[in-house]
């Protein structure tokens, strides 16, 4: 070999130590970056030359080169930050994002799952790449194409109240009063309560039910509700909506119930099915009598109610779940899936192309996605409210350094001894 040969040999050192310190430098730098994967320099010697002599043929290096950057796929640890659209996958693969970025339109991939819903109200990331997944109708069945996830766009359509339930004691020895009479409800009925009803439109109707005593373990029950709001009702004027009879035994079990009833709301589905439930009466198969109204000497008091209706409601938050399904609450009460999100797993994850902006590209050498749910066909699960931290190991990166910091000195040496022996050759002509 050449003193010239050694001194390219020489540089081929220092190159190939510059470009491992600029790979850890780039790892350093992102030590913090949310779902950065750490890269690592592959060396391969050069081309060598072969020298022909008295004993045979031998060959001699002609220094190194990176053959490839490497991407270390590995597991990064995980954070919680309670914040409900921060997505962090636990096991294989990468969330979907896709819009315009670096002047590139297309799909992207990535680990970074710092979301939030934009001002359109897509669940993006913070370069405003739409996140993809599958959406579901109103009934929360997800569908099969791949979309963007317009999570706040999202509202929950008005129930009908077909059902309303009563638990509570009336007083067994009230006395009867005065006859019903619809127009003076208070003087005419032993107790009342009141819930809210709501039509197919979502409009909510106050229902006071009114409970007189007709007689020993007698009573009966009138459902009054505003006549504004009823089909030929007069506002301010009670319209019965439901009617019934209540019976109790001696030791004040429900024993038996009747009832009767029209609801037509103005403007909504007509007639509207209103039930009230009072309990499970002995007079029923296996009915107890205690579930709902009693009749013991303690006072009238009601201890539950509740209807199985809803008004419109619009988004109040959403929890995506470990298999990327995001359930909505509304401002009604009601819930139900929204979309689930979707992952992309490759056979070759670490042949993917960084892209900037903690994402990254398919190429030939990655493969194709396979896009599907969490949990499934190898991919890995989601964790809500929390976030991947880069797989940097600060420590290894140190010593790392080091030992690319001892090659690039060691090879400034080669260059430093083949220039004094060139020196010195160019001396041998003076």
Same mark, same amino acid.
């Not at 970056?33 to 081309?47: H, P, Y």
């Given at each position: ?275 009230? !439930?009072? $309990? /499970?009466?002995?007079?029923? +198969?296996? %009915? &107890? #009598?205690?579930? @709902? ?71 030939? !050498?990655? $493969? /194709?996605?396979?896009?599907? +749910?969490? %949990? &499934? #066909?190898?991919? @890995? ?50």
């Amino acid at each position: 070999m050449s003193l010239l040969t050694s001194l390219y040999t020489g540089a081929s050192g220092l190159e190939t130590s510059s470009q491992d310190l600029s790979v850890i430098g780039d790892n350093i730098a992102n030590a913090n970056t949310i779902g950065f994967k750490q890269s690592r320099a592959a060396f391969e010697d050069q081309l060598s030359q072969t020298l022909i002599g008295d004993v045979g043929t031998s060959q001699e290096g002609l220094g190194a080169r990176v053959q490839a950057v490497r991407t270390i796929v590995s597991q990064g640890s995980l954070t919680s930050t309670g914040v409900a659209t921060d997505l962090a996958l636990q096991g294989n693969g990468y969330f979907v994002v896709k819009g315009t970025h670096n002047g590139v339109d297309g799909s992207f991939f990535t680990r970074a799952g710092q979301f939030s819903i934009d001002k359109s109200g897509y669940l993006a990331n913070l370069d405003g790449l739409h996140v993809q997944g599958y959406t579901a109708d109103v009934n929360g069945t997800i569908g099969g194409g791949l979309s963007d996830l317009a999570l706040g766009a999202a509202t929950s359509q008005p129930k009908a109240t077909n059902n309303i339930a009563l638990k509570g004691n009336l007083q067994a020895d009230a006395v009867v009063p005065p006859a019903w009479d619809p127009a003076a409800p208070e003087t005419t009925s032993n107790f009342s309560t009141s819930e809210t009803a709501y039509d197919s439109l979502g409009s909510a109707h106050q229902i006071q039910v009114y409970f007189r005593k007709t007689g020993a373990g007698a009573w009966e029950f009138h459902a009054m509700t505003d006549g504004a709001g009823i089909q030929g009702g007069t506002a301010g004027t009670p319209s019965e909506v439901a009617a019934g009879t209540l019976a109790f035994d001696a030791t004040g079990k429900l024993s038996a119930q009747t009832q009767t009833g029209s609801f037509n709301p103005i403007g909504a589905t007509q007639p509207q099915t209103l039930n009230l !439930n009072f $309990g /499970d009466a002995t007079g029923v +198969a296996g %009915g &107890t #009598g205690l579930a @709902g109204m009693t009749q013991f000497a303690s006072a009238s008091a009601t201890s539950y109610l509740s209807q199985d209706g809803a008004a419109a409601g619009v988004l109040n938050g959403v929890q995506v779940q470990s298999d990327g399904r995001v359930v909505g609450s509304f401002s009604n009460g009601q819930s139900r899936v929204l979309a689930q999100v979707a992952i992309a797993n490759f056979q070759a994850p670490d042949q993917l192309q960084r892209a900037g902006g903690n994402v990254f590209a398919q190429t030939v !050498n990655s $493969g /194709d996605p396979s896009i599907g +749910a969490a %949990g &499934t #066909g190898g991919r @890995g699960s989601i964790t809500a409210g929390a976030l991947e931290q880069s797989n940097v190991d600060l420590a290894g990166e140190f010593v790392h350094m080091i030992a690319a910091q001892r090659e690039f000195q060691a090879n400034s040496k080669t260059v430093q001894t083949a220039d004094s022996l060139l020196q010195e050759l160019i001396q041998l002509k003076r």
